[in-house]
């Protein structure tokens, strides 16, 4: 994420600068055996370093051509297990981190998927002055989705009001899409499903162009289709 900015106690541990410098983040949240969530920070400037030598001067003595610097911060652990695994998680620089939905091993699919969603911020002014710098973060609950799922494709989107809602789809070959308002707090179904149902897919979304590119996926593994 180019323009994210760290809670203040992650940007002085790590002497993170967001003014001249830019970081690739890459955000692990659950698993199947723990709730335990984590980002990966990567500075952005190191991807040049092949064909400009000068560009990026790691901090520490031991990275060389084949290692890149990166930071581990220790993000709070999602509050239910169920939610742990099989969730599909997003993140914007507006409304955060956001995990929904989730299952675990033991449970038949599409019989007890999670419905629930929830929501970790640290970017809002009002949510800094509020978390110690960032010290005390924790996970707060936003309102079920309509339809509980696993393994689905999620990616923040924005509409042609220029809101900018969470987009979801799919998930226990469920072939429904839904959106949450997070002005209303409530999750919308008044859109199209895909034409194919599928779960764990790939999903992408074109801020220039609009448009949400969903492929693969279980039961859809060659097919490619587009969300305008």
Same mark, same amino acid.
């Given at each position: 994420?180019?323009?994210?900015? &760290?809670?203040?106690?992650i940007?002085?541990?790590?002497?993170?600068?967001? =003014?001249?410098?830019?970081?690739?983040?890459i955000?692990?949240? !659950?698993?199947?055996?723990?709730?335990?969530?984590?980002?990966?920070i =990567?500075?952005?400037?190191? &991807?040049?370093?092949s064909?400009?030598?000068?560009?990026?001067?790691?901090? %520490?003595?031991?990275?060389?051509d084949?290692?890149l610097?990166?930071?581990?911060?220790d993000?709070?652990?999602?509050p239910?297990? =169920?939610?742990?695994f099989?969730?599909?998680?997003?993140?914007?620089?507006?409304?955060g981190?956001?995990?929904?939905g989730?299952t675990?091993?033991?449970?038949?699919?599409? /019989?007890g998927?999670?419905?629930?969603?929830?929501?970790? %911020?640290?970017?809002?002014?009002?949510?800094?002055s509020?978390?110690?710098?960032?010290?005390?973060?924790?996970?707060n609950?936003?309102?079920?989705?309509?339809?509980?799922?696993?393994?689905?494709?999620s990616?923040?989107?924005?509409?042609e009001? *220029?809101k900018?809602?969470?987009?979801i789809? !799919? !998930?226990?070959?469920n072939g429904?899409?839904?959106?949450?308002?997070?002005?209303t707090?409530?999750?919308r179904e008044?859109? /199209?499903?895909?034409n194919?149902?599928?779960?764990?897919?790939? =999903?992408?979304?074109?801020?220039?162009?609009?448009?949400?590119?969903l !492929?693969?996926?279980? *039961?859809a593994q %060659? %097919?490619?289709?587009?969300?305008d």
């Amino acid at each position: 994420e180019n323009n994210m900015r &760290f809670p203040s106690i992650i940007a002085d541990k790590y002497e993170l600068d967001t =003014i001249k410098n830019r970081y690739h983040c890459i955000f692990k949240c !659950g698993s199947q055996t723990n709730r335990q969530s984590k980002c990966l920070i =990567i500075p952005q400037s190191q &991807f040049a370093y092949s064909t400009n030598k000068q560009s990026y001067n790691a901090s %520490k003595t031991n990275i060389d051509d084949n290692v890149l610097e990166a930071y581990l911060w220790d993000l709070p652990p999602l509050p239910q297990q =169920i939610a742990s695994f099989g969730n599909a998680v997003s993140y914007s620089n507006k409304h955060g981190l956001v995990s929904v939905g989730g299952t675990q091993p033991d449970i038949f699919l599409g /019989a007890g998927s999670y419905s629930g969603s929830f929501q970790l %911020k640290w970017n809002n002014e009002e949510e800094k002055s509020n978390n110690n710098n960032g010290s005390n973060l924790r996970w707060n609950t936003l309102r079920r989705m309509n339809t509980g799922r696993a393994y689905a494709s999620s990616c923040f989107i924005n509409l042609e009001s *220029g809101k900018e809602v969470l987009f979801i789809c !799919g !998930g226990d070959l469920n072939g429904s899409c839904e959106l949450l308002d997070f002005d209303t707090g409530l999750w919308r179904e008044d859109i /199209a499903n895909n034409n194919v149902s599928r779960e764990c897919a790939g =999903i992408y979304y074109d801020q220039f162009e609009n448009q949400i590119y969903l !492929g693969g996926g279980h *039961g859809a593994q %060659k %097919k490619i289709e587009c969300y305008d």
